[in-house]
């Protein structure tokens, strides 16, 4: 195997396992407030402003399908709600609902705790050169998958 072929995997496998231990904390974070880490992701995209499935697909990296599943749940628990789309008749948009803030916002002194023991452990510096890897990471996935056929 090539060195860079060794390097995509085991950059991979760090991926995966770093997305099932942010995962793993998410849960428990959002658990508390009635919510799933996926509800939280979805609640949290639509929070500065309402989107539609598609953009919040787009931004969260998930599956318009997948998106479109959680939206409807939320709508149904009275955590979100979907309004008209003057952009797109047919793509409404997801908003939260008083409800759906009040949960994120029980969920921000646990996530606020975690966040100072990891940049702790870490050290400040640290912390933000590794979210500046992770964003360059990103960024490269991005530009080649455009250019790759199919």
């Not at 787009?58 to 008209?84: F, N, S, W």
């Not at 400040?124 to 979210?131: D, F, G, I, N, R």
Request: glycine share 8%; no cysteine; hydrophobic share 45%.
């Amino acid at each position: 195997m090539s060195e860079s072929a060794e390097l995509l995997s085991a950059t991979a496998l760090g991926a995966f396992r770093l997305n099932g231990q942010f995962l793993e904390v998410a849960e428990g974070l959002a658990r508390p407030a009635g919510l799933t880490a996926a509800w939280w992701q979805v609640l949290g995209a639509v929070l500065p402003e309402p989107l539609p499935v598609s953009g919040i697909a787009r931004v969260m990296g998930m599956t318009r399908q997948g998106v479109q599943r959680i939206a409807d749940l939320l709508v149904e628990k009275g955590l979100a709600e979907y309004q008209p789309n003057p952009a797109h008749r047919r793509a409404k948009l997801l908003r939260p609902t008083p409800e759906g803030r009040a949960a994120v916002r029980r969920i921000v002194p646990g996530h606020r705790e975690l966040a100072d023991r990891l940049v702790a452990e870490l050290g400040l510096e640290q912390a933000k050169e590794s979210l500046a890897a992770l964003q360059r990471l990103s960024a490269a996935l991005d530009r080649i998958s455009e250019r790759s056929p199919g």
